[in-house]
């Protein structure tokens, strides 16, 4: 089975540039998690998407980051304009999803560094 | 708010050494509580998922337990290899499908 694919693994921008991350899940998979992972610290969720809705993004920077999920497979996050403290890893997951125990299964990264 | 607290940040150990990594959380409602595995500049690889239900789960020489009236569990490491060097993350869910994580104990096996 393919796992959670992501791209592009390594981008560098500039302060208040623009970028965008793609993320495919594992086939199936109803439910598709964007995290922050700064050095050092563990991953925060930023979005989750049950098929192409919107389940909670309390933790998201709506005034720069957007994400959407179209047809509910295939997911982008986007920043703009992005600020240096968005340098950090950004993790997209996926699980079956809906009521149960479901484990996540995680891409390898985005790693986005703002100079 | 759930917060999860991992001790300690670092742990050193000789090849072959038992070993237990620890991880609290504040809000004993915990619906799942996943260990996970980061190697430098990877993504994080599922371990083990304790369910609900269950109280313990087992993969080779990994065991993990769950007690929820502590807030506590411990991810179990037998006779350590210098390949299990690596970021140990543990992750509560709260029945949202939503994980929150501590932020790591960084192991290091040495030969």
């Known amino acids: 089975e393919a796992g959670v694919a992501q791209s592009p693994r390594y981008k560098i921008i500039e302060k208040r540039q623009s970028v965008a991350f793609w993320c495919n899940p594992i086939?199936?998979?109803?439910?598709l998690y964007w995290y922050q992972q700064i050095l050092g610290q563990g991953p925060k969720l930023l979005i989750q998407?049950?098929?192409?809705?919107?389940?909670?993004d309390s933790q998201l920077p709506k005034d720069r980051f957007s994400a959407e999920r179209l047809k509910g497979v295939d997911s982008t996050l986007k920043i703009q304009p992005a600020k240096l403290e968005d340098s950090a890893v950004y993790l997209c997951?996926?699980?079956?999803?809906?009521?149960?125990?479901?484990?996540?299964?995680f891409g390898p990264g985005t790693r986005l560094t703002v100079t | 708010k759930q917060e999860v607290t991992q001790i300690p940040a670092a742990l050193s150990v000789p090849e072959g050494e038992n070993l237990v990594l620890n991880c609290s959380f504040t809000?004993?409602?915990?619906?799942?509580l996943q260990w996970f595995r980061q190697d430098p500049g990877k993504g994080l690889t599922s371990l083990l998922l304790?369910?609900?239900?269950?109280r313990e789960q087992t993969s080779g020489r990994l065991n993990a337990s769950l007690d929820k009236s502590s807030g506590r569990s411990t991810l179990y490491i037998a006779a350590s290899q210098p390949g299990d060097s690596a970021t140990y993350l543990c992750?509560?869910?709260?029945?949202?499908?939503?994980?929150?994580f501590g932020k790591g104990t960084k192991l290091t096996v040495n030969p």
């Open positions: 997951a996926s699980s079956l999803g809906g009521q149960g125990d479901y484990e996540q299964y």
């Open positions: 086939s199936g998979h109803a439910t």
């Open positions: 998407f049950q098929n192409n809705g919107v389940v909670d």
């Open positions: 809000d004993s409602a915990i619906y799942n």
């Open positions: 304790i369910q609900s239900s269950q």
């Open positions: 992750a509560g869910e709260g029945g949202s499908e939503k994980l929150v």
